[in-house]
């Protein structure tokens, strides 16, 4: 299923986000190993609660960074990060 704005991801099952302090960034632990992100990711993902839509995510990363024109990264993060299983929408 394609993720559009109207998308209200959450972090797929099996995985688990939280903040390494040690690598100074958010990771994905799985029972398999672990997905060091970089920030921009991390950003995102920390966002898809399972409650907020994309706009929602996308309205407040620009609010969060100062910045516009994120719809088009974060729906590209977003598809990416549905085909890995990283993250499930309705």
Known sequence: MEAT????????????????????????????????LNQPAGEIMKRCDGEKTIAAVVADLETAFSTTGLEGDVLAFVAMAGQQRWLAWE
Do not use: D, W
């Open 5 to 36: 704005l109207a998308s209200v991801p959450r972090v797929g099952r099996g995985f688990r986000l939280q903040f390494e302090p040690a690598q100074a960034c958010h990771v994905l632990l799985y029972p398999e190993g672990m997905v060091k």
